[in-house]
């Protein structure tokens, strides 16, 4: 993936997506003794990043292709994303989600307009059931990670923060599935001299960490963290390119999450969701390294239940 | 109050508060069928318009006066401002709370450097208690609504969103003690040709609502509601202007400020308190009024214990 790849993904989405806002926090600033940027892609369509990947993928489809539409297995924020991308570039979508997901996602999907398709709550089950959507309706499967054009996409939030504060030292991001950390670090090797992008992980969900140290990529055996859109594994496509850029993998833990969220809820006054809180969680606990650094926070999504709340 | 005041008093207080953003949401728009402006000063310094007051109050001091500092009775958004502004403009400030007061409120005011005189959680105890603070520092009190150079201060949120959407409709914000909506009004009147502001307030504090039907200032009896910025009564230097140039008073239900609260929350990803959402509860519940309209809405403040919500 090329810079010109980076170039050409950002000016065929960015009628489909927010330009969303950056903002700033004197009081956040004096907490971490840094300057911190941060990128609210909560703000953005559908409530995260997601979108910029989504749309990305449905328009590099040939046209025969959008004919019959796409699939994902998602119970997340990919599932609303490419509901709406499918939505606004006139498409189908299909999504197949675990018979045990939460009313309140099930419920953005269809507002979106995707179709769900229900299945047991295996990984197994999620991947037969798109499995049969591709062979009954010819829908194309986007996977919501580990895929070149959705990487190229979600690349697209960190893109925009360069443009806005080309000075950056660091930028950080959390790492689920490896999408939007792989996008992002090649935005900060193609387009900064010296910025370099850390992830940010649980304790509970490492494998991403694991997997930089062992070469190979790592399964969480256990994932039990109330940042519930990281608790995926990375890809063949993401892996390489995050062993290449990403200089670092921070680790926070639970108690970490639950205080960096209340304290940019209290403080910044916006709503972010536990997984983008991992970011922030990890300027906090290694503050001494970002001391007087000017670090972009990707704030990756608000997609919260706001009645049932870590505190 | 002239339009020059005005100017002077945006142009005074323009290097001591943020030019807050003014935000949107398509979604917002489409549940409304209106265009919708959201002036967010739950994103001010001190997490609320009042710094704009009371940093204009404390300007307009004689410099005998600055030495003397200043008090206040506030319990709640408007003693953590003064404390703020106080502190910006190197002078010291004296806050009495009532000891019932939150413990989140007093720290906040000792955080941004207030020195809080307790008394009891009545008004007459609370005035005498100001009262003593004037006798013994030679403090200048300023109240927190019903202030001249205080209404001209709050004005300038509404200033700052029409010289930023100049064709609006309407402009919509809470009516508490007074002090937001007076100074809104003026600027409504002086710089826009057409733009009618409307007051909102709940049917369980709408001493406002009763005051414009009888011509003088009318008091809450009781005042259960959850807006709990909204619990004051006018005052003597607002209720005229207030009288002259607010066209209507629109009353909402505690289950309006909630759903309304909750859903700028889920939609937006920001945080407002139910005063806040006293405004934008008055959109929706008289949405055929507002119809195709542009509407901005006074996002008052975002001070809520994340602790403990309505819903």
């Not at 499918?86 to 307009?113: D, F």
């Not at 960190?158 to 996008?183: F, H, Q, R, S």
Request: aromatic fraction near 8%; include cysteine; proline fraction near 4%.
């Amino acid at each position: 993936m090329t810079k010109q790849d980076l170039l050409d993904t950002y000016n065929r989405v960015k009628p489909y997506v927010h330009n969303t806002p950056i903002l700033t926090s004197r009081l956040v600033n004096e907490h971490v003794e840094a300057q911190v940027y941060f990128k609210c892609e909560n703000f953005q369509r559908a409530g995260a990043y997601k979108i910029r990947g989504a749309t990305n993928a449905i328009m590099q489809l040939s046209e025969d292709q959008k004919k019959n539409g796409v699939v994902t297995h998602s119970s997340g924020n990919f599932a609303q994303a490419l509901s709406l991308a499918a939505k606004s570039l006139g498409i189908k979508a299909y999504i197949v989600m675990p018979s045990n997901a939460p009313k309140v996602k099930r419920e953005a999907v269809l507002e979106y307009g995707g179709e769900i398709i229900e299945c047991e709550p295996t990984i197994e089950a999620r991947q037969h059931a798109a499995d049969e959507i591709v062979k009954s309706t010819g829908a194309t499967f986007i996977h919501p990670s580990n895929h070149p054009d959705v990487i190229l996409g979600q690349g697209t939030a960190a893109y925009e923060l360069l443009e806005k504060i080309p000075d950056l030292d660091y930028i950080i991001c959390p790492v689920g599935g490896g999408g939007l950390i792989a996008g992002t670090a090649l935005v900060g090797t193609y387009f900064s001299e010296h910025c370099k992008v850390i992830g940010t992980e649980p304790f509970e969900a490492d494998d991403a960490y694991r997997s930089l140290i062992s070469g190979k990529i790592e399964s969480n055996i256990t994932a039990n963290t109330i940042a519930d859109g990281l608790r995926t594994q990375l890809g063949s496509h993401n892996f390489p390119i995050i062993k290449e850029h990403v200089s670092e993998i921070i680790r926070v833990t639970e108690n970490d999450i639950i205080e960096a969220m209340k304290f940019i809820w209290e403080r910044m006054k916006i709503i972010i969701e536990p997984s983008s809180a991992v970011a922030f969680a990890g300027v906090v606990k290694q503050e001494s390294q970002f001391k007087n650094k000017k670090i972009g926070v990707i704030i990756s999504g608000g997609n919260v239940d706001v009645t049932n709340l870590p505190f």
